[in-house]
C-alpha cells in the first residue's frame, strides 16, 4: 500500500501526517511541484520479465510520459536481494541528492521510499507497484529500497545521459529511516 509520512527535518521520530490516500498523497506533494499517481494498468507483466519486454508493454504510457516531459527514453531497473554489489548501488541512491531533471518513476513491481526534503520538512513516499512518481529538478531526495530491496521499476529521462546525481553531501538521510 502507497503511504506518505511527513515530518519536520529536526524532529525524524514524530510524523506530523501519515496517510494512505492516494489522493492526500498527490495534494500534499503538489505544492513541491512533484506528481504522484496511482495507476489502475491493464498491463500484465512478471517482474521476472525481460527490461525489453516490460518497455514494450508500457510503451503507449511511456509515450505519454516522454511526450509531457517534450523528449527523452526509458529504460528499466531491476534490484533484487540477489543482485551484485547490493550495498554500493544503494549508497548511491540512499545518499542526498538533486538532478537537473525531473526524476520520473513508475514502479512494476515491489516497492521502494523516495524521502523528499524540502521547506524544513521530510516527505517520506512509499511507492509500491502501481505508483507513479516525479520529483522535481532540483528538490533534495534519496531512495531507499531496504536492505533487501526488491522492485522493477521504469525510469523516465529528458536528458540522453540518464540518472545523474549532484549529491548535496548532507546526512540527513541517515536521520529518517525508511518508513
Known sequence: MSRLTVYNEDAPGAPILRTEDAAAIARELAPLGARFE?????VAVSADDSAERILAAYKPYLDE????????SADVVKLR??????????????SEHIHTEDE???????????VLHA??????????????????A??????????EPNFTALRVFT????WVPHYTGAT???AFPAS
Open 119 to 136: 521547506d524544513g520538512k521530510v516527505y517520506d513516499v512509499h511507492c509500491t507497484r502501481g505508483d507513479l512518481i516525479s520529483v522535481p
Open 65 to 72: 510520459l516522454i511526450g509531457e516531459a517534450g523528449a527523452g
Open 38 to 42: 496511482r495507476w489502475e494498468s491493464p
Open 172 to 174: 540527513i538521510h541517515e
Open 138 to 147: 532540483s528538490i533534495k531526495h534519496w531512495f531507499d529500497a531496504g536492505l
Open 159 to 162: 536528458d540522453s545521459s540518464g
Open 81 to 94: 536481494p540477489d543482485t551484485p554489489n547490493i550495498p554500493a548501488i544503494r549508497a548511491k541512491f540512499l
Open 104 to 114: 520520473v518513476r513508475f514502479f512494476v513491481d515491489g516497492a521502494g521510499n523516495f
